[in-house]
T-cell receptor, first 113, second 115 residues
Framework: KQEVTQIPAALSVPEGENLVLNCSFTDSAIYNLQWFRQDPGKGLTSLLLIQSSQREQTSGRLNASLDKSSGRSTLYIAASQPGDSATYLCAVELTGGGNKLTFGTGTQLKVEL | SAVISQKPSRDICQRGTSLTIQCQVD?????MFWYRQQPGQSLTLIATANQGSEATYESGFVIDKFPISRPNLTFSTLTVSNMSPEDSSIYLCSVVGQALGETQYFGPGTRLLVL
């Protein structure tokens, strides 16, 4: 059974700092990995999707990397802003998994002024 | 991208009653899913809503407790039956479609509190 873990569980940083969120998964037979953002009281917003054949994806100040063999992904946020404060979730889809996602435990990020 | 709406956005219910949650998408999609997010926890997949046939449930979830319908390619409902306080959660629908690429899009969620 796929298990997805995120470290740290919570993180507080001053505005402007670069930061890294970590995601690890136990079954490396993944089809893709997605990073989502969840704001309090709201649904999920998709940030980045990395296919299993890719090493990284970038969108603005966000960069996600994938090392399938070691079962790890990182989300790098550059020049953090208070508006980045949210819970960040990674989710993996197994090969042949029928689009079903297994979610990580989440990292709650707070960017302070 | 897809625009997904859910009704109701939140509700407070008495134990023993049932609540039906609706999920509407602004375009035809291939797959629709229902997830549960219990307080302080991450998301867990309940079932895949299959168009015109019975839903496919994940381990630990049964049709009698969570009946699901999907009459067409843009709409699905999830019913939480015979509710108990342990059913207090956020329920989210998600969709995947050919026109959407591989990304999975989520609705805003339904916040359920059972007293």
């Amino acid at each position: 059974k796929q298990e997805v873990t995120q470290i740290p569980a919570a993180l507080s940083v001053p505005e402007g700092e670069n930061l890294v969120l970590n995601c690890s998964f136990t079954d490396s037979a993944i089809y893709n990995l997605q990073w989502f953002r969840q704001d309090p009281g709201k649904g999920l917003t998709s940030l980045l999707l990395i296919q299993s054949s890719q090493r990284e994806q970038t969108s603005g100040r966000l960069n996600a990397s994938l090392d399938k063999s070691s079962g790890r992904s990182t989300l790098y946020i550059a020049a953090s802003q208070p508006g980045d404060s949210a819970t960040y979730l990674c989710a993996v889809e197994l090969t042949g998994g029928g689009n079903k996602l297994t979610f990580g435990t989440g990292t709650q990020l707070k960017v302070e002024l | 991208s897809a625009v997904i709406s859910q009704k109701p956005s939140r509700d407070i219910c008495q134990r023993g009653t049932s609540l039906t949650i609706q999920c509407q998408v602004d375009s035809q999609v291939t797959m629709m899913f229902w997830y549960r997010q219990q307080p302080g926890q991450s998301l867990t997949l309940i079932a895949t809503a299959n168009q015109g046939s019975e839903a496919t449930y994940e381990s630990g979830f049964v049709i009698d407790k969570f009946p699901i319908s999907r009459p067409n390619l843009t709409f699905s409902t999830l019913t939480v039956s015979n509710m108990s306080p342990e059913d207090s959660s956020i329920y989210l629908c998600s969709v995947v479609g050919q026109a959407l690429g591989e990304t999975q899009y989520f609705g805003p969620g339904t916040r359920l509190l059972v007293l």
